[in-house]
């Protein structure tokens, strides 16, 4: 008698630990399914404007990417140095935004700004040059760095790679999803938006969720003031979604991410 008590119990346990198993490993990111992170590139108006009037209003932080010579930085601060002390990562994008003016239908990029003319000390100490000036503004030794235009290299050289103790990653333009585990901290994927809308990106993140991985959001203009632009009214949208499924989604500016995903990696 006690073995037919011993066999339902047995199959029972063996329908359980499989489940517990998944949920566990389906909660790696802070205990959470995925883990976001909304970044804004290249210092805009909008940024201060509508963008983090949305962000404070659903308690989200998000990570903006500067161009340290960008006149919505220099002009407004006081502003910038508030977004940070509410939370938000002030991430370098370099001081002139260089670009490869040799690629193909790289035809704007203008001379002053043509990374294929950069030598790599120039494009490094640029980039030191702006982390100085963000850290004047924020007070922080830790952020990340995003590629202008997704170009990784001076000629044939990673000039990322000197710099690599400078920050706690870099984002790249690539798409995909990934685990803590299998991304590269030197070249971060993201999903850029223009003209995306609402339900397309809220796809992508329960995507992300479905596959326990990360997904970055790269936006430029918010309601306008740039090419690569979104409304205003689906980026909010976006935001009440997230705000909505903080229960199951990390979202954590990328600086914060990055050195999760570095203890992660780390870990023996």
């Not at 995306?196 to 796809?203: P, S």
Request: proline share 3%; charged share 25%.
């Amino acid at each position: 008698m006690k073995k037919l008590v011993y066999i339902p119990l047995l199959l029972l346990l063996l329908l359980v630990a499989p489940a517990a198993y998944h949920l566990q490993e389906s909660r790696e990111w802070n205990g959470k399914k995925c883990a976001v992170v909304l970044t804004y590139d290249d210092a805009l108006n909008v940024h201060l404007d509508t963008v983090l009037p949305q962000l404070n209003k659903y308690n989200l932080k998000g990570t903006f990417y500067l161009v340290g010579n960008a006149p919505a930085l220099t002009n407004r601060i006081n502003e910038w140095r508030k977004a940070a002390k509410e939370g938000h990562e002030l991430g370098n994008h370099t001081l002139n935004h260089p670009c490869d003016g040799s690629l193909p239908g790289r035809e704007w990029v203008s001379k002053d700004a043509n990374l294929a003319k950069y030598t790599v000390k120039r494009a490094i100490d640029e980039i030191k040059v702006t982390n100085a000036f963000l850290k004047a503004i924020d007070g922080k030794d830790k952020r990340t760095f995003a590629y202008p235009c997704g170009d990784l290299k001076i000629n044939d050289t990673l000039f990322y790679n000197s710099l690599k103790n400078e920050f706690s990653g870099a984002r790249g333009v690539v798409s995909a999803y990934a685990g803590a585990k299998d991304i590269n901290l030197d070249n971060i994927y993201c999903f850029g938006q223009s003209d995306t809308t609402a339900e397309q990106m809220i796809a992508q993140i329960k995507e992300a969720e479905r596959k326990g991985s990360l997904i970055v959001l790269l936006f430029h203009g918010v309601g306008g003031e740039h090419p690569l632009n979104v409304s205003a009214k689906e980026h909010e949208k976006v935001l009440r979604y997230l705000s909505s499924r903080k229960k199951d989604i990390w979202i954590a500016p990328m600086v914060t991410v990055a050195e999760y995903i570095k203890k992660i990696q780390t870990a023996k």
